[in-house]
Nanobody
Framework: QVQLVESGGGLVQPGGSLTLSCAAT????????MSWYRQAPDKARELVAA????????HYGDSVKGRFTISRDNEKNKLVLQMNSLKPEDTAVYYC???????????????????WGQGTQVTVSS
């Protein structure tokens, strides 16, 4: 059974930084594409960032490009999201996702897998 546990959320001021982690068990982590999604109140869940099993390819949502960095440690079965220059509009519950995949249409795209963590709240406010 796949288990994904997020940590690192909290309250941060605009312009600040936060690092989210996701500990994964019950899957072949090093071969599984991983991703972060987020959902703000009254909004649809959206892709934040995705990464291939080797870490060689990453993909970001347009709203976070240049500010967020996704990475992974396959030795520790851990997924990380480094968030810099945070804005109030980044406020959301952030979810770790496993088992999705990349595809090409009008550019690189990503679809989520079936396994989700419980989410961690990120609030950006002064």
């Amino acid at each position: 059974q796949v288990q994904l546990v997020e940590s690192g959320g909290g309250l941060v001021q605009p312009g600040g930084s936060l690092t989210l982690s996701c500990a994964a068990t019950g899957l072949a982590f090093s071969t599984s594409p991983m991703s972060w999604y987020r959902q703000a109140p009254d909004k649809a869940r959206e892709l934040v960032a995705a990464i291939t099993g080797t870490g060689g390819t990453t993909h970001y949502g347009d709203s976070v490009k240049g500010r967020f960095t996704i990475s992974r440690d396959n030795e520790k079965n851990k997924l990380v999201l480094q968030m810099n220059s945070l804005k109030p509009e980044d406020t959301a519950v952030y979810y770790c996702n496993a088992g999705g995949g990349f595809y090409y249409t009008t550019g690189l795209r990503y679809f989520p897998g079936d396994s989700w963590g419980q989410g961690t709240q990120v609030t950006v406010s002064s």
